[in-house]
């Protein structure tokens, strides 16, 4: 089975609402999902500002795809972005969406960005 990278948006909604999103539970359940250090540097954090040391172990254990940034590709995501008027994409999520082309994984989010993005860059949205 194919792993799936979980972006942050998910995360949040998921520690917000209870564990309220089954399929990331069963994602979780058949050991798919995968994140990077971006995720973690968004989440730790918070999740320790509230000390949520069992979250944070849980996010610590998850397959971690290793970051291997390519500066040309993200300023040429950037370009057809601009291209394609959408405007506001993080570099963070960029890189994300580098991670997620280089390793042909599909991408679980709740982003309006990485939706606009989806058919410029050939992105696999994981649909839910």
């Not at 370009?79 to 008027?85: A, H, I, T």
């Not at 960029?94 to 606009?116: A, C, G, K, P, W």
Request: charged content about 30%; aromatic content about 8%; hydrophobic content about 45%.
């Amino acid at each position: 089975m194919n792993k799936v990278f979980v972006d942050t948006s998910v995360w949040i909604e998921y520690f917000k609402n209870g564990h309220d999103l089954l399929v990331l539970d069963e994602l979780i359940n058949d050991d798919r999902i995968c994140i990077n250090k971006i995720v973690l540097a968004e989440l730790i954090p918070f999740l320790e500002d509230r000390n949520e040391k069992e979250l944070i172990d849980i996010l610590q254990n998850i397959d971690e795809i290793p970051l291997e940034i390519d500066w040309d590709d993200i300023i040429g995501y950037q370009v057809l972005n601009l291209q394609n008027k959408i405007r506001r994409v993080g570099i963070p999520d960029l890189i994300i969406m580098q991670s997620v082309l280089e390793n042909n994984i599909e991408l679980m989010t709740l982003d309006r960005h990485f939706i606009l993005m989806k058919s410029i860059h050939k992105l696999k949205l994981f649909s839910f």
